[in-house]
């Protein structure tokens, strides 16, 4: 069949727009779409000419600029490609140009609709870099080179970041001005360090013909709140590479966003970074201040050592080092030795057991403890975790008779098709809803397995 849309803005016809559409269901779906973003190509190149022609006339160092004319600029827009003409204008005293229209139109300094650059940016939030380019050009048709489209992600995330930080540092001068966006009766803070391997180099000090990759701390901050009808647990995010005050300020800003300062309950968890509690010391003093479990066994640990100086004494109700060699966080992806998830569920339940007995907790924690022994680290059994710990292909990985949750293969696989920030607890927990946990409580078996390594 032959399409024909005549294109009339303000009475006016600007254009007529034709298309064969025919064959089978799925290419005359695609023929529409296209159909669509011809008709949005010729709606959006008239809606820019009409914006242009209504921005005011620039002025530089004190003076109205000159006008050098008009010159025909192409951008890429989610309908794809508009061409259009911008006035340009130039400082006659120290030749600086301007073109009003694309401050407005183009995100920056790149030929990119600000609409279409919020896509892609969402996008990069989600998918990994290397799959940019395809999926943007399989979901929008649109087609932008990958390194254009890095660039662009990179340029909007400094933006943004640096906007948060100085957001951060005019709310601390003015708390009062701070927002609250909901009024929960308990609010959970918490904070900590990831370190990431950068695609740099540097001199290794201690032989200096060889280079090592460089490895940076991302600091990470996490809100937890319940909604009024204590229904459902939400939580917010942030994370950056800013000095520490600066990061101490956002998290702060976050909270009270969140409703921190009208909370009845405030709780403030972290690991044994001393960076972490003197957030706490700075901001969050009036908080309830909860170690996680593992460095609260290790200061349990010193305690008995200095209380029992001979190492042939047993210590009655002490915890001793965990001697299992399957323990450790996802550093396992540098790990020189292989585990099995099924060997490291084990593992982690035999000792959970041995520590429930020996600090004589209640019932209904221990059996909860031991239910998120079991299940702490089932999220890796998802085949895109195994791609990604032993540096293989998905379908190679998919046909592995083992799964694994030490990998015994330094280095990171790049080129998995794990979604960006994924963290192997967000499958476990969803998997908690598929299991029968007995009689664990639900919400403290929630918050061991997301908080497990």
Known sequence: MKVEVNVRIDGREVATVEECIAGPAIEVEQQTEALKDRVGQVVLAEGFLQLAATLRHPCCC??????????????????????????????????????????????????????????????ATIEHFTRLEQLMADQHAVHIGHDEMLQLVHDVGGTVDAQRQMEAVRAIERPSAITTRVRPKQVYVSCDGIMYCTNQREICPNDPDRHRMIWRQMRVGCVYWQDEEEEHWHKQVIWGQEDLPTFSASLYRLACECGYREAEE???????????????????????????????????????????????????????????????????????VRFSLAQHLADVSHEVT????????????????????????????????????????????????????????????AANTLPTNFRHEMLSLNLLDRIDIGKSDEDVLRHVVAGGE
Not at 64 to 91: A, D, L, P
Not at 94 to 116: E, F, K, M, S
């Open 266 to 336: 405030k709780i403030f968890v972290a690991d044994g970074g001393e960076w972490c509690w003197g957030i706490q010391d700075q901001y969050f003093v009036d908080s309830i201040g909860i170690l996680d479990w593992y460095h609260a066994t290790e200061h349990i640990w010193d305690c008995g050592k200095q209380l029992h100086s001979d190492p042939q004494q047993p210590i009655q109700g002490s915890i001793p080092p965990l001697p299992l060699g399957s323990f450790g966080d996802d550093s396992s992806l540098n790990e020189t």
């Open 62 to 123: 004190g003076k109205s600029m000159q006008n050098k004319g008009q010159r025909t600029v192409t951008i890429m827009s989610q309908s794809g490609e508009i061409s259009f003409k911008r006035t340009r204008y130039c400082c006659t005293e120290c030749g600086h140009y301007q073109t009003p229209a694309d401050r407005v139109i183009c995100c920056g300094r790149h030929r990119v609709t600000r609409h279409l650059a919020k896509q892609i940016s969402q996008l």
């Open 354 to 413: 041995r520590l429930t007995n020996n600090l004589r907790v209640s019932e209904s924690l221990k059996e909860t403890l031991e239910t998120a022994a079991r299940c702490h680290d089932l999220g890796k059994a998802d085949p895109r975790f195994q791609a990604m710990l032993l540096y293989k292909p998905l379908n190679i990985a998919f046909m592995q008779s083992k799964l694994w949750a030490k990998s015994g293969v330094p280095g990171f696989n």
